[in-house]
């Protein structure tokens, strides 16, 4: 969801102890954005149906709507 969790960790098992910047997800949208674009032109949809994310490379869902029945 590219940010900390409510309680301030990275990952749910905990943060590693080298890496304790948000660097990491302004990397990551960086990545995620250029993803984007290569998808577009390849034809291939990519979305989020992340219910809280601060990613906004891909376009918004919610999930519900992609759950099948």
């Known amino acids: 969801d590219m940010k900390p ?6 990952h749910f098992f905990g ?3 080298e890496r ?4 990491i997800y302004r990397g990551w949208r960086v990545e995620f954005s250029a993803l984007a674009k290569t998808a577009i032109k390849r034809g291939i949809e990519i979305v989020n149906a992340t219910a ?12 519900a709507r992609l759950v099948a029945d």
């Open 5 to 10: 969790a409510a309680d301030g960790q990275h």
């Open 20 to 23: 304790q910047d948000l660097s």
């Open 15 to 17: 943060d590693h102890p």
């Open 52 to 63: 809280d994310t601060d990613m906004e490379a891909f376009p918004r869902v919610e999930l």
